[in-house]
């Protein structure tokens, strides 16, 4: 049997999988919003300095989903 954070972590990560383009896009609206998506922007771009476009996205894209992570199993 898992853990309760355990569990909670698994069930966040399993509602974030199933939302829908549309609905993950309206999390990241809601939950983050632009200014904390420039943060991340600028902080993907100072770890990576030399990494290209799709770097610095995929980097966003990681942080994006950790925070919606979060955000699922805090909800």
Do not use: C
């Not at 896009?25 to 632009?34: K, Q, V």
Request: charged letters at 25%.
């Amino acid at each position: 049997m898992a853990a309760p954070d355990e569990a909670r972590a698994v069930a966040a990560l399993e509602k974030v999988q199933a939302l829908s383009a549309e609905e993950l896009d309206a999390l990241i609206t809601r939950e983050i919003g632009n200014p904390m998506l420039g943060v991340f922007s600028a902080l993907a771009k100072a770890v990576n300095p030399g990494g290209d476009r799709e770097e610095v996205f995929r980097a966003v894209h990681l942080m994006v989903l950790s925070y919606a992570l979060r955000v699922e199993t805090e909800g």
